[in-house]
C-alpha cells in the first residue's frame, strides 16, 4: 500500500504571507448559471474562480533567481524537475523556540538521534512545530529558522533542497537573507511554509515530490508537497 501525507497549506484569500509579498485574493470569475443563461437565479454555483496571489504564496519553493541577482537567469522554470523529485528525510528541531537559530550541531544531533543520514540529492524538512504552535497567531512571523553556517553546512552536502514550517528559512533580520545568498551561491533551494511535518517524524526515508507551475522568469512557486510511504 501506498501512503501520501500532504505537506501544503491550503490556498485562500486572507491567509498569511511574508511581509509585503501579495495578498490573495479570489473570486467567481464564473458561474455555472450564468453558462447556462439563467441569469435570475438565486444560486451562483462557481465554475471558474479568479485568482490573484504572489508567487512565493503558501507552501512554495523559491527559485535560484530570488536568490540574489546575479542568479537572474535561473528562473523556476529552467530548474531540473529532479530538484524537486528526490529522496527526504525530517529532521526533529520541534524544541527551538520562537526566532531561535538552529545550527549545524543542531541538524547534525537531530541525525544521530533519529539514526538517519543526509544523502546526495536529498530534500531536508525540518520539523520545529511552528505551524501548529503558532499559524494564525501573533507569532506566526517569529518562527525559528536555520542560521547561515547550517545553510552552508546543508549545501556543502550537495542536497537539492531543504523544507521548513516558517514563512522563511532564516529567522528575519538575523540570517534570512544570507541563507538566501547561500542557497544560490551553491546551488540548491528551499520551501516555505510547509504543513504535517510532525507525521514525518520517526518514518525514516521517503520519496518527497513538489512540482513547481511552469512559470516562465517565475522567482519561485506554490506547490503540492507530498511524502509518499511505499509499504
Known amino acids: ?29 464564473n ?10 437565479s438565486k444560486t451562483k454555483t462557481p465554475a471558474v474562480h479568479k485568482l490573484e496571489l504572489g508567487e512565493h504564496t503558501g507552501t512554495h519553493v523559491d527559485a535560484l533567481n530570488h536568490m540574489a541577482k546575479q542568479y537572474k537567469g535561473q528562473s523556476i522554470d529552467t530548474m531540473p524537475l529532479s530538484m524537486f523529485y528526490t529522496e527526504g528525510i525530517c529532521l526533529d528541531l520541534s524544541h527551538k523556540s520562537f526566532r531561535e537559530l538552529i545550527e549545524i550541531s543542531d541538524l547534525e544531533t537531530a541525525c544521530k538521534k533519529q539514526d538517519v543520514s543526509i544523502k546526495k540529492n536529498d530534500t531536508v524538512l525540518i520539523y520545529t ?15 525559528p529558522g536555520i542560521s547561515a553556517e547550517a545553510a552552508r ?3 556543502n552536502q550537495k542536497i537539492a533542497a531543504f523544507g521548513v514550517e516558517t514563512m ?34 520517526g518514518r525514516k526515508r521517503f520519496r518527497f515530490i513538489a512540482l513547481p507551475l511552469k512559470i516562465k522568469g517565475g522567482t519561485g512557486s506554490p506547490v503540492r508537497a507530498v511524502a509518499v510511504f511505499e509499504n
Not at 1 to 21: A, H, N
Not at 137 to 142: A, G, I, L, R, V
Open 31 to 40: 458561474t455555472h448559471e450564468d453558462w447556462d443563461g439563467d441569469f435570475d
Open 153 to 155: 553546512w546543508l549545501g
Open 1 to 29: 500500500m501506498t501512503e501520501i501525507i500532504d505537506l501544503s497549506q491550503d490556498i485562500y484569500e486572507g491567509m498569511p504571507v511574508y511581509k509585503d509579498l501579495p495578498q490573495v485574493k479570489m473570486s467567481v470569475h
Open 168 to 201: 522563511s528559512p532564516g529567522v528575519s533580520g538575523i540570517s534570512n537573507k544570507e541563507v538566501h545568498h547561500i542557497c544560490g551561491e551553491l546551488g540548491f533551494t528551499h520551501y516555505e511554509n510547509m504543513v504535517n511535518l510532525y507525521k514525518l517524524i
Open 129 to 143: 512545530d511552528h505551524y501548529r504552535k503558532a499559524f494564525g497567531t501573533e507569532n506566526w512571523s517569529k518562527g
